[in-house]
C-alpha cells in the first residue's frame, strides 16, 4: 500500500510540476543592477523604469544561446511597438556584463534596442520564485564560447507602474513569449485610455 501511494506521490510529481514564478497581482521585487544596451553598461533600477510606465521583465537562461537568441531578436524588432504602449523592456539572465555589453550590441540579436541586466549571482531571478540551475560544465554559446554561468527559467512578468504583477508568461516559445507580452502590455494601454 506505502509503494502504491508512493508510486502516485512521484508520478503527480512528475506530471504536474508546480509552477513557482510570482503571479498577476504579486509585488514585484524592486531591483538595481548593471544593464547593457547597445554595448554601454549602465545602472538600471526597475522603480525607475517603472515611473515612465510598465516594464517588461524577461528572464532568459543566456546570451547567445538558440532560444534566448530569438527571444532578444524578436523583442528588438517590436520594440517601437512596446514603445508606442508606453512600456519599457528589460531582460534578465545570469550572464556577466562583459557577455551582456557584447550580446547588447550584437545587429543579429538585441541590436542596441534591448536592454540586458546582469544577475550574476541569481539574486533577482530567485526573488520572483524563478528556478535557478547551476552552469552545466562543458556548456558552449552558439559562438562556440564556454558558459560559465547558471541558467533561470524563461519567464516574462509585466510590471505596473504601482509594481504589481499583472500577468506571468512561462512555458512558451521564446517569440511567442514576445508576442504575448506586447499583447497585454497594448492591452494595458488600451485599458488605461478607456479609464480616462
Known amino acids: ?13 512528475i506530471t504536474f510540476p508546480a509552477i513557482a514564478a510570482l503571479k498577476a497581482g504579486d509585488a514585484a521585487p524592486d531591483f538595481q ?29 543566456s546570451a547567445y544561446t538558440g532560444g534566448c537568441n530569438i527571444q532578444a531578436h524578436t523583442f528588438a524588432v517590436n520594440v517601437d511597438k512596446f514603445a508606442a504602449a508606453n512600456a ?27 536592454a540586458v541586466a546582469s544577475d550574476v549571482d ?19 554559446d552558439s559562438r562556440g564560447v564556454d558558459i560559465t554561468h547558471g541558467f ?17 508568461l512561462s512555458g512558451l516559445k521564446p ?5 504575448k507580452a506586447l499583447e497585454t502590455v497594448q492591452q494595458l494601454a488600451t485599458d488605461k485610455q478607456a479609464a480616462k
Open 1 to 13: 500500500m506505502k509503494r502504491i501511494l508512493l508510486g502516485c506521490l512521484l508520478s503527480s510529481a
Open 33 to 61: 543592477t548593471q544593464a547593457s544596451q547597445a554595448g554601454k553598461a549602465f545602472n538600471y533600477s526597475l522603480k525607475e523604469a517603472l515611473q515612465k510606465g510598465p516594464v517588461v521583465v524577461y528572464f532568459y537562461p
Open 88 to 114: 519599457s523592456v528589460i531582460g534578465v539572465s545570469l550572464d556577466s556584463i562583459d557577455r551582456l555589453n557584447d550580446f547588447s550590441a550584437d545587429p543579429a540579436y538585441c541590436a542596441g534596442k534591448v
Open 122 to 140: 541569481g539574486a533577482i531571478s530567485k526573488a520572483y520564485d524563478l528556478i535557478v540551475r547551476e552552469a552545466a560544465e562543458g556548456k558552449k
Open 152 to 168: 533561470a527559467e524563461r519567464t516574462t512578468f509585466i510590471v505596473t507602474p504601482d509594481g504589481k504583477i499583472s500577468a506571468t
Open 175 to 179: 517569440a511567442e513569449n514576445v508576442e
